[in-house]
């Protein structure tokens, strides 16, 4: 069984920053790609940010240049520096993995339960 964390989320002033953390555990072999998806209230779910296990990124238009994701893979865990923040940035950011499991050896997609970010004055 494969679990994934996230931590970091809480509310921030607009301009301000906060760094979010996944950690994947359980059974696993190995992990491909790693992302961050946003869900905001009457919006589309959106990603964030991927990065690939030899630490290729994608960033979503809307945060280029204002978030950098990170992974340590010797921690299972990937990151999300979010700076400049703003108020269209308050949704709930969920942590996604594809993992190949140590007990199977099949590859899966797995996510996060979501951690509240709000950017409010």
């Known amino acids: 069984q494969v679990q994934l964390v996230e931590s970091g989320g809480g509310l921030v002033q607009p301009g301000g920053s906060l760094r979010l953390s996944c950690a994947a555990s359980?059974?696993?072999?190995?992990?491909?790609?790693m992302a961050w998806y946003r869900h905001a209230p009457g919006k589309k779910r959106e990603l964030v940010a991927a990065?690939?296990?030899?630490?290729?990124?994608d960033y979503g238009d809307s945060v280029k240049g204002r978030f950098t994701i990170s992974r340590d893979n010797a921690k299972n865990t990937v990151y999300v520096q979010m700076n400049s923040l703003k108020p269209e940035d308050t949704a709930v950011y969920y942590c996604t993995a594809e993992i190949i499991s140590r007990l199977s050896m099949t590859t899966g997609n797995y996510w996060g339960q979501g951690t509240q970010v709000t950017v409010s004055s």
């Open positions: 359980g059974s696993i072999f190995s992990i491909n790609t």
């Open positions: 990065i690939t296990s030899d630490f290729s990124t």
